[in-house]
């Protein structure tokens, strides 16, 4: 099955400032996802990054705070904007392709001080 | 909307135990579900599904069985051992538009295994 990178692995940040994530896929797929993990809770999706078009946010995010790119088949990057210690978490990146099911990357730690 | 509900952990128990997880979920329609699975420092790796009603899963030894009846998909393995130690996530398959699909999580076990 094809693997996920993403990049960084874990960061240490200063409010107010922000972060691109980036996640990279080995192979092209349909569907890339976002997810966050707060500290001991489950995940939460974020939105759906669509391959040459805007985003699909869920209720309670926003493009302002978590803009996202997919420029291509393979390749996305999720942005944490202007952030404040709330946003201290795991976030995650999934893809799908067709008839499979989705799969994760290994995640990107994010602390913010 | 749709929700997914699991034990309480964390779970700790002595290699060769059974081991439950107990799944309950809350869907309008006919969801697929899953247990994902999150070792120590790497991601999350699809551990088994079912995709209707009486579907078994199966996956290392592991196995859950599809309850509409219960709305529940219990995670259950015979005898443990110390490398299943791992955050165990239950959840399902929620319908996006146009065809996608999105995945709705439990809160997660965290399972511990001792020699």
């Known amino acids: 099955s094809a693997v996920i990178s993403q990049k960084p692995s874990r960061d240490i940040c200063q409010r107010g400032t922000s972060l691109t994530i980036q996640c990279q896929v080995d192979s092209q797929v349909t569907m890339m996802f976002w997810y966050r993990q707060q500290p001991g809770q489950s995940l939460t999706l974020i939105a759906t990054a669509n391959q040459g078009s805007e985003a699909t946010y869920e209720s309670g995010f926003v493009i302002d705070k978590f803009p996202i790119s997919r420029p291509n088949l393979t390749f996305s990057t999720l942005t944490v904007s202007n952030m404040s210690p709330e946003d201290s978490s795991i976030y995650l990146c999934?893809?799908?392709?067709?008839?499979?099911?989705?799969?994760f990357g290994p995640g990107t730690r994010l602390t913010v001080l | 909307g749709n929700s997914v509900t699991q034990m309480e952990g964390p779970v700790t128990l002595s290699e060769e135990a059974f081991l439950t997880i107990n799944c309950t979920y809350t869907a309008t329609g006919y969801p697929s579900l899953f247990w994902y699975v999150q070792y120590p420092g790497e991601g999350l790796q699809l551990l088994l599904k079912a995709t209707k009603a009486d579907d078994k899963g199966s996956n290392k030894g592991f196995e859950a069985t599809y309850r509409k009846e219960t709305t529940s998909f219990h995670l259950e393995k015979g005898s443990v051992q110390v490398s299943d130690s791992a955050v165990y996530f239950c959840?399902?398959?929620?319908?996006?538009?146009?065809?996608?699909?999105?995945?709705?999580f439990g809160q997660g076990t965290r399972l511990t295994i001792n020699p």
């Open positions: 999934s893809a799908k392709k067709p008839r499979q099911e989705q799969f």
């Open positions: 959840a399902l398959s929620d319908q996006l538009g146009r065809g996608a699909q999105k995945l709705v």
